[in-house]
């Protein structure tokens, strides 16, 4: 019982981190129907300029603060200058583009920052471990959970509750009649984009001391973010708080009882969902945008 | 009638092609180097990896190289010497194409390296047709030393050398049930069944044995698992920073304190220290070289080392230090003429020196090194985490079943 | 994004690429043997890359999984080699009909998908694939990858000699060449191209438009086989890299790189993408920059690619 509660909160632990992820992504796709793949990117931005920013202030929670804004601006610009001028044209450009963008980035991360694993420490508040259920249980671990659950809330708020929110879902459901009735659609993208990428680097920074700072780490939080959006659904933010929950615990348990099939059969839970539903446990389907 | 492009067969097209191979063509011969880098030089290609997890250890191993190259003002055997330096990506794939360009491109006179036991592999078969000495610096699968390849000799361990030590030092020092941890990979693998060899032949249990996929850094889900199963010890085998981290979490779930942790060399290594602090105190490993060994000769390299990168080296950094220093030796036996494949290789295999691990000399069948190893312990010495050694295994061979 | 392609409508070849072929018959003799080497390993790249330019340029189904065929035509072949110790050809014909499978079973599922959802489903099939590589050891090694495969010889000459395996890529690959065009130009390949340019149009002339996908996705497929298993005859070793994303993404890259919808375009893209990986790396560590800026511009303004580019500074117009 302890083994699975221990493994339970893990899968947290990674959860939330694809949660950060997933949610821009989707939302993202959602509304612009674009598949960034330079998401990862943006995690992985944040984790570095984590990594410089400790050096700069000294201070954790600092970079936590400063780290996502030079990723946001960076996004914004990407948005603005490359990514805009393609939605006009064939639905794959866009994702075509980011995908050169990831490329690019890596290679200037590597050159900025070096290709050995870099590492951010737990600030000094959370850095213990606390009596859980005879054993030890990281203290920053579980303020990881906790704090992209106040995040999660937040957003469950402002999409459900703001006006903010009900014209990102008008958008992400039908973006032509969004523009008839006067939303500033172009606004929306930039804004709902660059949040997507702050969210990502914000994730990178808190993900630091648990998964180290490296470009490669992009690659290989991406694809679980994805697997998360089309279990979820692709546009939907109950979807990819769903999605993140289940591949968390996946991953988790799947390590302990089965390592040799887990990557295996969440492939293949990825197809079957793809075939039978397309629009995931939440969304709508990818054909219909 | 105008002279158009379409008519003339579009040569902008094939002339483009043509201009960009033949131009790659000089490029790859390296044909502008070579007019100007010296003839007489040696070039040594130093083959390692310099990416991720496993780059501490690949920088380790040239910082080692590069220390002794300053120590000889950049000469080996009266000719100056060139080092090339190409990554693999710890991926067998793109290691066989850099290896190709050393071989081929660049002319290497010796190849250094590789580190990780699956790239080793991969470049038996061409190692073997190319006949390039090759020295190898760090990847330890053991059955590498089975292939007979003339011009090959492991300056470093064998993964059974120093495994199957600790099985039998494990059961009698530490626990009689143990859980095994390794990096999935060829080298996991082959650490992991070399130390069950000798462990359960004394009468311990392997209770599970876990392979974590290469580029962990959460380890979160292992411990738990092995916390759940109230194993007395675990025996790890990690690379790079995916050690670090280990030992780290290791700690922080609380493994540390109730279950032994004992590991490889290269998990509780110098170069893993920075990133465990002490969560890596009262560690125990086996190795082939120990940073606080007492000798004159480990005393003078960790004194020039010191001086230089302000700590103390590691297995690795031993590891390229000592390999160069067998090249050295070799080539000053035979006037530095390094280009007569058969007299270096020859003189490589009658070394016989008192490295900073030890003494070090080859196998005459298998061309695997002899040398000690050290049953170390880490502990915090005057502010400082380092091994310390406990005991001493002398002259560990090669596999018995290599010699076949 | 994929311009109009360029449908040679009966097959001909052009002048310049009788010469271009003669420049490329002559270079070994005049190139080192590793340049052979490099230059023979773009030939086998080009098949797969001129393959996924039939799915991606021709019939507008861009798949972010096309490695998975690569992949399987080379696992096949080293498996069958060093497991059972059959000869390379025999391996590499079981490759190239395991691809030819693999892609009708996949396809059958793919191309019932369009845009977005058939992008996520076909990286979905090829990592599938590849975690069974990864993990399952007892067959793959996983990580390790197998190797130690020796090239067999092709009538009679061994193709370790390196310019004898370059003469074998160059004709695998004006072979493959040939082929593709000529199913470009038949009247599959030009329903096929009208299939791209309007599918509900297609559909209600009557053309059983799935059956074409299919058709071609199989075609595709076998044709990255062919590749796959070439590669591993050349480098003897293989990996579960060579089923990964990353390839996948590396074909990608070299079809928009040289020009969708022209074959030699995305040929051109992966000789420009190879050869800068080996050349220009020895000079600077930022290859991958660069490929990644010529890449962003060629989606947004050079859709026809370097060939396009080609086209147009030759004169020729690009939009036929």
Redesign the interface.
Same mark, same amino acid.
Request: charged share 20%; glycine share 14%; proline share 3%.
């Given at each position: 019982m302890d083994l699975i509660v221990t493994q339970a909160l893990n899968g947290f632990v990674y959860g939330a981190l694809l949660f950060l992820l997933a949610s821009g992504l989707t939302l993202t796709f959602g509304l612009m129907g674009v598949v960034n793949l330079a998401h990862g990117s943006f995690f992985m931005l944040g984790s570095f300029f984590a990594v410089t920013a400790i050096k700069l202030t000294g201070n954790f929670w600092l970079a936590l603060l400063l780290a996502p804004i030079p990723v946001v601006i960076f996004a914004v610009l990407m948005e603005r200058f490359f990514l805009r001028p393609l939605y006009a044209r064939d639905k794959l450009d866009p994702v075509l583009l980011t995908f050169g963008f990831s490329f690019i980035v890596t290679d200037l991360t590597e050159w900025a920052w070096g290709k050995e694993v870099l590492s951010i420490e737990e600030p000094r508040l959370l850095d213990d471990s606390i009596e859980l259920l005879g054993g030890l249980f990281p203290l920053y671990r579980l303020a990881l959970v906790g704090f992209v659950l106040l995040i999660a809330l937040c957003m469950w708020f402002i999409i459900d509750r703001t006006r903010t929110g009900a014209m990102v879902r008008a958008g992400v459901d039908d973006a032509a009649t969004a523009v008839g009735i006067g939303l500033n659609v172009p606004l929306l993208l930039t804004s709902n984009f660059a949040c997507g990428a702050a969210l990502a680097a914000l994730a990178g920074v808190i993900a630091g001391p648990i998964l180290g700072v490296y470009s490669g780490v992009d690659v290989e939080i991406l694809i679980p973010a994805f697997i998360v959006i089309v279990i979820g659904g692709m546009g939907s933010l109950k979807g990819a708080f769903v999605g993140s929950l289940l591949i968390g615990e996946a991953d988790t348990f799947g390590k302990t009882y089965l390592p040799d099939s887990a990557m295996f059969l969440i492939y293949l839970a990825m197809i079957i969902i793809l075939l039978a539903r397309p629009g995931g446990l939440f969304g709508q389907p990818p054909s219909e945008r | 009638m105008t002279i158009?492009?379409?008519n003339l067969?579009?040569? &902008? &097209?094939?002339f483009? &092609? =043509?201009t /960009? =191979?033949?131009?790659? /063509?000089l490029?790859?011969?390296?044909g502008f180097a070579r007019v100007f880098a010296q003839s007489d030089s040696i070039r040594i290609g130093v083959f390692n990896t310099?990416?991720?997890?496993v780059?501490?250890f690949g920088?380790a191993t040239f910082r080692g190289i590069e220390l002794y190259l300053a120590g000889t003002g950049r000469r080996l055997a009266g000719r100056n010497v060139e080092v090339i330096k190409e990554d693999d990506e710890f991926? +067998? @794939?793109v290691g066989? $194409?850099k290896l190709?360009?050393l071989v081929?491109?660049d002319k290497v006179h010796a190849v250094l390296g590789p580190l990780g036991s #699956?790239i080793a592999?991969?470049m038996?078969?061409y190692m073997k %047709?190319s006949g390039t000495p090759w020295i190898v610096t760090g990847a330890g699968s053991t059955v590498l030393t089975k292939e007979r390849i003339p011009a090959m000799y492991r300056a470093s361990l064998t993964n059974w050398q120093v495994a199957h030590p600790m099985g039998t030092w494990a059961y009698y020092n530490a626990a009689t049930e143990v859980v095994t941890v390794s990096s999935?990979?060829?080298a996991g #693998?082959d650490i992991a069944d070399s130390f069950k060899e000798t462990f359960t032949k004394e009468g311990g249990k392997v209770l599970k044995e876990?392979?974590t +996929?290469?580029?962990t850094?959460?380890f %979160?889900?292992?411990l738990?698992?092995i916390? %759940?199963m109230n194993a007395p010890a675990v025996y790890g085998f990690m690379v790079? %920073?995916e050690a670090? &981290?280990f030992v780290r $979490?290791f700690q @922080?779930? =609380?493994l540390k304190g109730r279950v032994k942790l004992l590991g490889f060399q290269s998990t509780l290594d110098s170069d893993t220290f920075p990133?465990q602090g002490n969560s890596a105190v009262g560690g125990l490993s086996t190795s082939i070289y120990c940073e606080t060994l007492d000798t004159p000769e480990n005393n003078a390299f960790v004194e020039v080392y010191e001086k230089k990168h302000k700590e103390l080296p590691g297995i690795f950094s031993e590891s390229g230090y000592t390999a160069m220093r067998i090249v050295d030796d070799a080539a000053k036996s035979i006037d530095g003429k390094v280009e007569d494949i058969a007299a270096w290789s020859a003189a490589i295999g009658k070394t016989n020196i008192k490295a900073p691990r030890g003494p070090v000399s080859f196998d005459p069948v298998t061309h695997q090194a002899i040398q000690n190893v050290y049953v170390r312990e880490v502990i915090e010495h005057k502010g400082r985490i380092v091994n310390k050694v406990i005991a001493t295994i002398p002259n560990v061979g090669d596999h018995p079943g290599n010699k076949a | 994004m994929m311009e109009s392609p360029r449908v040679v409508a009966d097959g001909r070849v052009d002048r310049w690429e009788y010469v271009a072929l003669a420049c490329l018959v002559v270079w070994p003799f005049l190139a080192s043997h590793y340049a052979s080497g490099l230059v023979s390993e773009t030939f086998i790249f080009a098949i797969v890359v001129m393959s996924l330019d039939l799915l991606m340029g021709y019939s507008g189904l861009v798949s972010f999984g096309h490695a998975a065929f690569f992949g399987l035509g080379a696992y096949a072949t080293v498996l069958l080699g060093v497991k059972f110790g059959l000869s390379p050809w025999i391996g590499a014909l079981a490759g190239i009909a395991l691809s030819a499978v693999a892609s009708g079973l996949i396809g059958y599922f793919c191309v019932r998908m369009s845009g977005v959802a058939f992008f996520m489903l076909t990286l979905a099939f090829s990592q599938l694939l590849y975690s069974g590589a990864i993990k399952w050891r007892w067959l793959t090694a996983g990580s390790d990858g197998i190797g130690g495969m020796q090239r067999p010889d092709v009538l009679g000459v061994s193709l370790a000699h390196p310019v004898v395996m370059y003469f074998f890529a160059l004709t695998s690959m004006v072979v493959c060449l040939y082929l593709l065009r000529r199913i470009i130009a038949s009247q599959f390949g030009h329903a096929l191209v009208g299939l791209r340019e309007n599918e509900t149009r297609m559909r209600s002339m009557g053309y059983r438009t799935l059956l074409l996908k299919l058709v071609a996705f199989v075609i595709a497929g076998t044709f990255a086989g062919v590749s796959g298993a070439l590669y591993a005859i050349y480098t003897g070793f293989v990996s579960p890299d060579a089923l990964s994303w990353g390839m996948s993404g590396m074909f990608l890259l070299m079809v928009v790189l040289g020009g969708a919808g022209s074959f030699l375009g995305p040929a051109i893209g992966a000789a420009v993408f190879l050869l800068m990986k080996h050349f220009v790396s020895s000079q600077t560590d930022h290859w991958l920059l660069i490929v990644g800026v010529i890449f962003v511009a060629c989606v947004m303004f050079f859709r026809g690619g370097i060939y396009g580019l080609i086209d147009r500074i030759g004169g020729r117009r690009a939009t036929p």
């Open positions: - | 158009n492009l379409q067969g579009l040569t &902008r &097209r094939r483009l &092609r =043509g /960009a =191979g033949a131009a790659g /063509a490029a790859f011969d390296g310099f990416t991720k997890a780059a501490l920088e991926n +067998p @794939q066989l $194409q190709r360009k081929e491109s #699956h592999t991969a038996i078969g %047709s999935d990979f060829l #693998h876990i392979f +996929p290469v580029g850094n959460d %979160s889900a292992y738990a698992d916390r %759940s790079g %920073s670090g &981290r $979490q @922080q779930f =609380g990133l | -």
